[in-house]
């Protein structure tokens, strides 16, 4: 049984940073593709960041490429997102989710449907 936990979430300012990080149990996260998504209220959930197992080709959504940065520790079967020159708009429960590979669709958006196993998400919050 594949289970995924986040951690590493929390209160930060404006600018600051935070490294959220996904444990695995029951699968080998080196193998797989290993996605970040957020999702606030009244809106959708949204893909920030998909880590091909092939360690090539790693996909940012627009709204945090530049800011944020994707990680595999194969030793320790941990993906980490580390988050820096955090917004307001930034704050949401963020998830990490696995799939065969990244799928990217029309808009540059990532696609959901390839994503079978979930955690049960992190909050983070940026405010002054």
């Known amino acids: 049984q594949v289970q995924l936990v986040e951690s590493g979430g929390g209160l930060v300012q404006p600018g600051g940073s935070l490294k959220l990080s996904c444990e695995a149990s029951?699968?080998?996260?080196?193998?797989?593709?290993v996605g970040w998504f957020r999702q606030s209220p009244g809106k959708e959930r949204e893909g920030v960041s998909c880590?091909?197992?092939?360690?090539?080709?790693?996909y940012y959504s627009d709204s945090v490429n530049g800011r944020f940065t994707t990680s595999r520790d194969t030793a320790k079967n941990m993906v980490y997102l580390l988050m820096n020159n955090l917004k307001p708009e930034d704050t949401a429960i963020y998830y990490c989710?696995?799939?065969?590979?990244?799928?990217?669709?029309?808009?540059?958006?990532?696609?959901?449907?390839?994503?079978?196993?979930w955690g049960q998400g992190t909050q983070v919050t940026v405010s002054s």
């Open positions: 989710a696995t799939a065969p590979d990244c799928v990217v669709t029309t808009g540059r958006r990532l696609g959901r449907y390839p994503f079978g196993s």
């Open positions: 029951g699968i080998t996260l080196e193998y797989v593709a």
């Open positions: 880590l091909r197992s092939t360690n090539t080709n790693t």
